[in-house]
T-cell receptor, first 112, second 116 residues
Framework: GDSVTQMEGPVTLSEEAFLTINCTYT??????LFWYVQYPGEGLQLLLK?????DKGSNKGFEATYRKETTSFHLEKGSVQVSDSAVYFC???????????FGTGTSLTVIP | EAGVVQSPRYKIIEKKQPVAFWCNPI?????LYWYLQNLGQGPELLIR????????DSQLPKDRFSAERLKGVDSTLKIQPAELGDSAVYLC??????????????FGEGSRLTVL
């Protein structure tokens, strides 16, 4: 079945460091890929998405590229801030059935 | 525009007691989801509604869990009786739904259940 695997945390970085959170997926066909973020005490919210191979999603300085050849959707940011401290979830969905599959989440803490 | 609203935010009960969670999705969103989120884990689907019809409830433990979505708007998730292992966060989400829609899910803040 469909699934998402993301790197385990927690991840601790200093402010302005480079961030990569790995995400790989298993799916039939051509799913859409997402990164959701959950800030402390809040619900999950969409950070970025990509709907087809080679698409790049971007938002708030974060980027991720849909790589079908490696079945990956790694999240990157060139310079993290303290306010980026949160839990990040990789997810996929198919446009048939509105089914979403989430990874286990990666906790990021950015220290000043 | 109001987001997905859930209540209560927190609930503490003793085992074997019943509990209910309520969700009001974003207006116009046909698809409603209930997810279970255990500590350190990602959301796991319990049930998905398309309007008032439950189209995927394969992961809902039907011996103790029930859900309804009357009139295709608000939804209630009930647990009776609750067990210690039910302690988790219960997330509600909604989306526009529909075939071909790969749009985002909008989540509520969740209802955190503690069973003592």
């Amino acid at each position: 079945g469909d699934s998402v695997t993301q790197m385990e945390g927690p991840v601790t970085l200093s402010e302005e460091a480079f961030l990569t959170i790995n995400c790989t997926y298993t799916a039939t066909g051509y799913p859409s890929l997402f990164w959701y973020v959950q800030y402390p005490g809040e619900g999950l919210q969409l950070l970025l998405k990509a709907t087809k191979a080679d698409d790049k999603g971007s938002n708030k300085g974060f980027e991720a590229t849909y790589r079908k050849e490696t079945t990956s959707f790694h999240l990157e940011k060139g310079s993290v801030q303290v306010s980026d401290s949160a839990v990040y979830f990789c997810a996929l969905s198919h446009n048939t059935g509105n089914q979403f599959y989430f990874g286990t989440g990666t906790s990021l803490t950015v220290i000043p | 525009e109001a987001g997905v609203v859930q209540s209560p935010r927190y609930k503490i009960i003793e085992k074997k007691q019943p509990v209910a969670f309520w969700c009001n999705p974003i207006s116009g969103h046909n698809t409603l989801y209930w997810y279970l989120q255990n500590l350190g884990q990602g959301p796991e689907l319990l049930i998905r509604y398309e309007n008032e019809e439950a189209v995927d409830d394969s992961q809902l433990p039907k011996d103790r869990f029930s859900a309804e979505r009357l009139k295709g708007v608000d939804s209630t998730l009930k647990i009776q009786p609750a067990e210690l292992g039910d302690s988790a966060v219960y997330l509600c989400a909604s989306s526009l739904g529909g075939f071909g829609n790969t749009g985002e899910l909008f989540f509520g803040e969740g209802s955190r259940l503690t069973v003592l």
